[in-house]
């Protein structure tokens, strides 16, 4: 029965796909003419998108959307926000209900290639690791041979571990829980020697700890999971234009720009600054946009440090260090091609 | 001769009145009855002082930040800086009035309702049926009036729930009658299309029909023309719902004697008039229990379009406890939620058995 639901699922989204491709730059036209960005979000997941105090949607995936309506419309306020759970996600996209999804997806060749869909780039590098106490005296996964493991059942996380495990010839005892909750509670209870999730995740879990300090994440990470924002086929105008919003993030940072500064650097004489700046060129001509679009989005949502860091990293309750999400000359992995 | 004079009565032994009496034949009667007493007891030591000690005595009330957490106990500070987002959900605040207007308008209206001398009670229940509905709408969705438009995707919280079940429990007890109806009905078309409806709605779980709703729905549709996400649960609510609905009513006209449905034919009435006059009256104060049973099982099945991300009181206070300022404070969201659920549910419970009382007429079994 579910194969069969899976069957029409897939079948009616490659239909709407097909009928989607006939008209290209249909999603840039209309996001354009009605005056905002419709952006799919998660329901709530620290760090990435959720809703303050005050009701405003924060978190890095949220400030892609933010990015994304500086650069068409200078104003990073222009998006509305459709709360999706992960089943819902993908439909939305393709029904046109959202322009764009920014939903911590990880990017897969199913569904980049089944579901009529396209992955615009990697906001967040993410990937299985570990968490274990202080007091343990491990420096690294791979001291871990015999520990008992805190794990959420049903995941691929339970997959992952095993396959590292064989793979190095090491034994474990696996203890898995329902809920994030009771995987926190039994690992603060000494029941497991270590706790494995998403390196993202194990951040939020490790916060609901009585005392954070006493426990740490291992610097290995056993899993990818590029995380970033999706479109749907059939604009590629737009496509690029999400894309080139979060490569403008990551040049932006390269270049030292911030929001900070962004005013005094137009003064700049280097010519890589001044061609994000869009004082020299190809400027916005390319993307159909303003000139000022990389600007725009440097002033209202800033580079991609500077998201991270307000978002999960040392500004943020997460703290989670840049790793693998550091650029490519810092010893990470974000890397974007040059604006010029 | 004397006269006899009967020793006064001697007190009842101090083993059968008062707090001892009432101990010794409601606890202690037998051995398994006072090891069940203390068993029960125990449990109770066990758990009730840690409850009170976390949830009033070590809690912190006031404060802005999770700074003010650090007595060790329920951290309701967490509750107080998201109360609005709980019961407004996501709704701009200079909007609130709007909300708070909308259903002070609706106690208002429902007032009269329960004094019992207000003569135009048909003519004021209509006008809540029909011409509410079209006020509130227009003060939660605005857009007209010089109302700021605010799109369904930010309703939420306790407003939201009060929306989907007034609307779901609204709808869906005339859909129901008609329903049940329809099913006892001799016309073989309008029969078969009421036993079709209600098996086929009964046989899927509400979850299956949230999430046909919003993930399906849209695939089927033409490019482009998306309907409203709240508007496609909320329909799905009422199709479920009416079909409990009409079995429920279902079982009250079973329960009315044959004599009663030819005494109506016997006075000449026509159909609805006899059903209207005679059978529906008698048939819904039996099932007035299993009416309300229904309704506060809808109340709480609300809570299932946070599956589909709408944010009702549950969906937001699961949103809340994501916000990375407060991770960590879960119980103390789903305690408020659950309190807010009780006094809902047992209010609903109370005026369901008020209700009966004042309907009973002698006639109960």
Redesign the interface.
């Given at each position: 029965m579910m194969k069969r639901i899976h069957a029409v699922?897939t079948a009616?989204?490659l239909?709407?796909a097909a009928?989607?491709t006939a008209q290209a730059g249909a999603t840039f036209d209309a996001v354009k003419s009605k005056g905002f960005v419709q952006c799919g979000v998660s329901?709530?997941?620290?760090?990435f998108s959720?809703?303050?105090?005050?009701?405003n949607w924060t978190g890095l995936d949220v400030d892609i959307c933010r990015a994304v309506a500086a650069a068409v419309f200078g104003d990073a306020e222009k998006v509305?926000?459709?709360?999706?759970?992960a089943?819902?996600r993908f439909?939305?996209l393709?029904?046109?209900?959202i322009d764009m999804l920014s939903r911590n997806t990880t990017w897969t060749l199913t569904r980049d290639t089944s579901l009529g869909l396209n992955f615009a780039g990697v906001n967040y590098y993410d990937g299985q690791g570990f968490l274990v106490a202080k007091n343990l005296g491990v420096k690294s996964a791979m001291e871990l041979d015999g520990a008992s493991f805190c794990i959420q059942a049903g995941t691929t996380t339970e997959l992952n571990l095993a396959d590292y495990f064989r793979a190095n010839k090491l034994s474990y005892t696996p203890i898995t829980f329902d809920k994030s909750?009771e995987t926190v509670k039994a690992f603060e209870a000494g029941r497991c020697d270590a706790l494995t999730s998403d390196q993202s995740q194990l951040y939020?879990l490790r916060?609901?700890l009585k005392n954070p300090e006493s426990a740490m994440v291992l610097p290995e990470v056993i899993s990818k999971e590029p995380l970033g924002p999706v479109v749907a086929q059939g604009d590629d105008e737009w496509f690029n234009v999400v894309r080139w919003s979060l490569f403008a993030m990551l040049n932006a940072e390269e270049l030292g720009i911030n929001s900070g500064n962004v005013d005094a650097m137009m003064e700049s004489k280097d010519p890589n600054v001044r061609r994000v700046l869009g004082l020299e060129g190809i400027k916005g001509s390319g993307l159909g946009l303003d000139d000022a679009w990389a600007a725009n989005i440097i002033r209202g949502v800033g580079n991609y440090a500077e998201a991270f860091e307000r978002?999960?990293g040392m500004g943020?309750?997460?703290k989670i260090a840049r790793g693998q999400n550091a650029l490519w000359n810092k010893g990470g992995l974000q890397y974007a091609p040059p604006i010029r | 001769m004397k006269e006899h004079v009967p020793h006064p009565d001697l007190p009842p032994p101090i083993s059968n009145v008062g707090v001892i009496g009432w101990l010794r034949s409601n606890l202690f009667s037998s051995w398994l009855n006072t090891g069940l007493t203390l068993l029960a007891s125990y449990l109770i030591y066990l758990s009730v002082p840690p409850l009170i000690d976390w949830a009033f005595l070590r809690a912190d009330w006031f404060g802005d930040s999770r700074d003010a957490c650090n007595s060790g106990g329920a951290c309701w500070v967490f509750v107080n800086v998201r109360f609005d987002q709980f019961m407004y959900g996501l709704y701009p605040a200079a909007g609130y009035w709007r909300i708070n207007l909308a259903f002070g308008l609706l106690v208002l209206l429902a007032i009269p309702l329960f004094i019992e001398r207000f003569n135009h009670k048909g003519l004021l229940a209509a006008a809540i049926l029909f011409l509410y509905p079209v006020i509130a709408f227009q003060l939660f969705a605005g857009g007209s009036f010089g109302l700021e438009p605010v799109e369904t995707t930010k309703w939420g919280g306790l407003t939201l729930t009060l929306i989907l079940s007034g609307v779901g429990i609204v709808a869906s007890l005339p859909i129901g009658i008609i329903l049940a109806l329809g099913r006892r009905s001799e016309m073989p078309i309008v029969k078969s299309v009421s036993v079709v409806f209600i098996e086929f709605w009964r046989g899927v779980p509400l979850i299956t029909v949230l999430f046909m709703a919003s993930v399906m729905l849209p695939l089927f549709l033409a490019e482009g023309s998306h309907f409203d996400k709240l508007l496609r649960a909320m329909i799905g609510i009422v199709l479920f719902q009416s079909a409990y609905m009409a079995e429920v009513v279902r079982g009250g006209l079973a329960a009315i004697p044959k004599g009663q449905y030819e005494a109506a034919e016997a006075l000449g009435l026509n159909y609805w008039k006899s059903m209207g006059l005679i059978i529906l009256p008698q048939a819904l104060k039996l099932v007035i229990p299993g009416i309300v049973n229904t309704f506060i099982a809808l109340f709480k099945d609300t809570t299932l379009v946070l599956i589909i991300g709408l944010f009702d009181l549950l969906g937001m206070v699961q949103t809340a406890i994501t916000d990375s300022n407060w991770l960590g404070f879960s119980i103390e969201g789903y305690v408020f939620a659950a309190l807010i659920f009780w006094i809902f549910c047992f209010s609903m419970s109370r005026y369901s058995q008020a209700l009966e009382r004042k309907l009973h007429t002698g006639h109960a079994r």
């Open positions: 699922a009616a989204v239909f709407t009928t989607t329901t709530g997941l620290a760090g959720s809703a303050d105090d005050k009701g509305k926000y459709t709360p999706l759970t089943k819902e439909t939305a393709q029904s046109g209900e909750d939020a916060i609901q978002n999960v943020s309750p997460l | -």
